[in-house]
């Protein structure tokens, strides 16, 4: 923020430091162990009064001397140099708190040097005690060295009470320093032998080369042990969170933990291997096999410790973006691009957006992330996003999966950014995509109102049915369309049928032969135990038969009806038309007729941040590329094999682990609730967008091919957060209701960052299951008056299910949406596939589009008119939004 960077696009992503900071920590971790290998063969070599032990040492010091001062001087110079231009204001804070640890440790590598160079040229030319003498004095401040330099860079993990006190002795002895520092120690001996290794295997004389190497894998083979006992206690001395980021919640460290453990006993195979008598070029063979290998195990320890202290530089103090904690706040509110010192786009305008999100892409991700480059490469972690995507993928991060830092910078800042990444570094065109439905004429069933003596009131409950056509790989809302209806006999006091009638229903044709599509509901069948007919739904239900009566209802239904979007021939039609008759049991005589739709689509917006291409023409489908995706996101996030077990034939019911909507299903009583969890989990990166957060997911965009919000609510601009609230309340209160049900660790998680619109505390958010606590319709129609609010009361939910919109009824046992139509399409609606296409029974009984008996039209189901409110106070009131 404060410092000019070193823009290295291909290169970046911390390439530099692997490159340089992994060598020289290798090298100079043998500068401490080998300076004791060196003193105590020295003194083999006196003890057993053996020449050629003497003349192998001088002649490893020689090696030592060019590796360990030489090269290791050029590489310590070029950490500096490389963490100065990519990490400045963290260099800048640990020279600032430890620079009398720095100088200290400066000085005792001055004496290393002079202690080092006097051993060499003076080997065999003073007495061996002082000789001696000055090989341990080496030793012993190259030890010192790693005593001073481990205790800073462990406090980079681990600063623990520096925090609060900012004590130099407090950071200095950190949580992590005494635990490293013995690993450290014992690796430097095991290093010691590797390097051993290198010069022994090219020992001219067999039997002394077969010695010293037998020698050298004891330095190798003894330190194991402690190596691995002091990372167990390295491991055990870090809070919880550095833990737990380690050990599973960032899926890069993961490889590096496995390799790090398995590589102990390999060595422990390679030195024993050493130790036997085998050809010379298989020993030379197995030397260098061990040194690589050291390499490696060096560098995945070190990924694994500055990748653990993530998402900072200095943990709890400096992010991995140069933010220092505190200043988020500041940078929110004004701005990245106003609070960086060195930009040149101080001011963000739509003519700059694009330089202005280069600028924001180098200060907020470059310290991390290359472009192209061999390590953290942005482009295929960002490949399948779409721009409202990487939107969300910024907005979320940092929130629940934390070895990413928060971005920090304002909202147009954030956009400014993702439009970067997706049009300039990936070159795509985002445009919107203003899809065209296609009208499908259709004319309403008749109605002679002098003559008729029933009235045949139809509905499906769900004023949208979002299915999921990704089976093969996972499910949550298979095909279950429904029909509801009730046949009301006509009179000065209507009656409601319930018996000695047949109400027998059929899809429009096109619909009625989906064996196509026979794997949307027959896998999902398969996933819940059933075997599914070609031609039926998950309860055995068809295309065409007879509703069933239910009394807790006083109508006829039917449900689970295995309804697609589908039709014969290709096209897409999310609006299906059913046919409905009602005939006399006993002769079947037709005694009324009406038609209606079952809504129904496939157009969920996962591709928006799991990529791929719409399954079904461009237009809708979950496609298998995204439905890939969104399991190996969740296999990386929460642990499990769903992909390859959906590979290979075993695809999962998304309920038969979190509790849903569909019965009969069982589910881990542990896990969050389906809704709850998809909800609290989206709202972390689609927080703050309002009513796009809706559309983003669900088929009520305006730009798609459903356009499931449809009715008088929109007419009157309403939207879905008018009585759905924005996400983040949607979603709090679905996890408190978890939390209330004793699952408050899981909760919590994901409510950490939502913050309500109504209310300061999430102890005040008023639990809600979802399907059954639903909003309110008297919230705003208080007393069935007009609304004086275009928002629902807060905490304020349907008690019971029979409460709910879709199951209520009046006082004379009239179902609510027999009249006013269904949720989301609400009389009047205007249908994208034909403006009227949803109010077929409104046009068919009275000649409007209005909710029946509106405008006092009470002749559709009475022969007199009326002047009592019989279903409900207002009714005989003027419709008011006429269209």
Not at 252 to 266: G, K, N, Q, R, Y
Not at 376 to 393: E, F, H, R, Y
Not at 691 to 708: K, P, V
Request: charge should be negative; include cysteine.
């Amino acid at each position: 923020m404060n410092y000019p960077v070193w823009e290295l696009y291909f290169s970046g992503g911390g390439f530099w430091m692997v490159i340089i900071a992994v060598v020289h920590v290798y090298v100079s971790h043998f500068a401490v162990g080998g300076g004791l290998f060196l003193v105590l063969t020295e003194m083999k070599a006196y003890r057993e009064n053996d020449s050629e032990i003497l003349a192998y040492t001088k002649s490893h010091s020689k090696f030592f001397l060019l590796l360990t001062m030489v090269f290791a001087g050029i590489t310590g110079v070029g950490i500096w140099f490389t963490i100065s231009l990519l990490s400045p204001t963290a260099t800048s804070t640990l020279v600032h708190i430890f620079v009398f640890g720095f100088a200290t440790e400066w000085v005792c590598f001055l004496v290393e040097i002079i202690a080092l160079f006097l051993y060499y040229y003076k080997f065999e030319k003073i007495s061996r005690a002082s000789h001696l003498k000055i090989g341990w004095l080496y030793f012993i401040f190259a030890w010192l060295s790693l005593f001073f330099i481990n205790a800073i860079i462990d406090f980079m993990l681990t600063p623990g009470d520096w925090l609060e006190t900012k004590s130099f002795w407090d950071g200095f002895f950190n949580p992590s320093m005494v635990p490293a520092l013995c690993f450290r120690t014992a690796l430097a001996l095991f290093l010691a032998g590797i390097f051993g290794f290198i010069t022994a295997v090219f020992i001219g004389k067999p039997e002394f080369r077969q010695k010293m190497i037998a020698y050298c894998s004891k330095w190798l083979i003894f330190p194991l042990p402690f190596m691995a006992l002091s990372a167990l206690w390295y491991l055990y001395v870090l809070p919880e969170n550095i833990k737990l980021m380690i050990l599973s919640h960032s899926p890069e460290i993961v490889p590096a933990v496995t390799l790090f453990s398995w590589l102990l006993p390999l060595f422990l195979a390679l030195g024993l291997l050493m130790r036997a008598r085998i050809p010379a070029r298989i020993q030379i063979t197995v030397a260098f096999t061990c040194l690589l290998a050291g390499l490696v195990y060096m560098g995945a320890f070190e990924w694994i410790r500055e990748a653990g202290r993530r998402p900072y530089l200095i943990y709890g103090h400096t992010y991995s973006t140069a933010v220092r904690v505190g200043e988020e706040d500041k940078i929110n509110q004004k701005g990245i691009l106003q609070t960086a010192k060195w930009v040149e786009n101080r001011n963000l305008t739509q003519a700059n957006t694009l330089e202005a999100g280069r600028e924001i892409f180098r200060i907020s991700c470059m310290g991390c992330h290359s472009i192209g480059g061999p390590i953290n490469d942005i482009l295929p972690l960002t490949k399948k996003l779409s721009l409202l995507g990487m939107q969300a993928q910024l907005n979320g991060q940092g929130k629940i999966l934390t070895y990413m830092p928060p971005f920090m910078g304002t909202k147009d800042e954030l956009h400014a950014l993702a439009r970067y990444i997706v049009s300039v570094l990936h070159v795509k065109t985002e445009q919107t995509l203003q899809l065209t439905p296609v009208e499908i004429p259709i004319t309403p069933p008749t109605f002679d109102e002098p003559t008729a003596q029933y009235v045949l009131l139809a509905w499906s409950d769900r004023g949208m049915h979002a299915m999921t056509d990704s089976d093969r790989y996972w499910s949550f809302q298979p095909p279950a369309s429904s029909i509801y209806a009730q046949l009301i006999r006509r009179g000065e006091t209507p009656e409601i049928v319930t018996g000695d009638v047949d109400l027998v229903y059929a899809v429009e044709k096109g619909h009625e032969n989906p064996s196509a599509y026979v794997d949307f509901w027959k896998v999902s069948g398969a996933l819940m135990g059933k075997v599914i007919p070609t031609d039926t739904g998950l309860t055995g239900n068809t295309l065409s038969g007879n509703l069933k009566f239910n009394e807790d209802l006083m109508a006829f239904s039917i449900d689970h009806l295995p309804v697609v979007p589908y039709k014969k021939g290709g096209s897409f039609n999310p609006y299906p038309l059913f046919q409905l008759e009602a005939r006399d049991s006993e002769n079947g005589k037709i005694l009324a007729q009406t038609a209606l739709v079952t809504p129904v689509s496939t157009e969920m917006g996962c591709r928006n941040c799991h990529g791929g291409p719409w399954r079904f023409d461009g237009k809708a489908g979950i496609g298998d590329d995204t439905a890939a995706d969104i399991l190996a996101v969740h296999d990386r996030i929460s642990k499990t094999d769903l992909l390859s077990a959906a590979r290979k034939g075993q695809p999962r019911l998304c309920q038969s682990c979190h509790a849903g909507n569909i019965t009969g299903i069982e589910s881990d009583p542990e896990r969050l609730s389906l809704s709850a969890s998809m909800h609290g989990f989206h709202a972390n990166y689609l927080s703050g967008m309002g009513d796009d957060a809706c559309s983003t997911c669900h088929t009520s965009s305006s730009h798609g091919m459903t356009r499931g919000f449809r009715g008088i609510h929109r007419e009157i601009e309403l939207t879905c957060t008018s009585c759905h609230l924005s996400i983040e309340d949607h979603a709090l209160s679905l996890l408190a209701a978890e939390k209330q049900a004793g699952k408050e660790r899981k909760a919590n998680v994901l409510m950490k960052h939502l913050t309500s619109q109504f209310v300061d505390a999430h102890s005040l958010v008023e639990p809600r299951t979802a399907w059954t606590n639903q909003p309110d319709c008297m919230n705003c129609h208080v007393d069935f008056e007009p609304p004086e609010t275009d928002q629902v009361e807060y905490n304020t939910w349907t008690d019971k299910a029979d409460q709910r919109f879709r199951h209520r009824t009046d006082d004379a046992g009239l179902m609510c949406m027999a009249c006013h139509g269904a949720a989301h399409a609400v009389y009047p609606t205007r249908n994208p596939y034909g403006e009227d296409r949803d109010n077929l029974q409104p046009l068919q009984y009275q000649g409007t589009p209005y909710p029946l008996g509106s405008d006092s039209g009470c002749r559709v189901c009475h022969t007199i008119d009326m002047e009592d409110e019989i279903h409900h106070p207002n009714m005989l009131g003027e419709f008011r939004n006429t269209r």
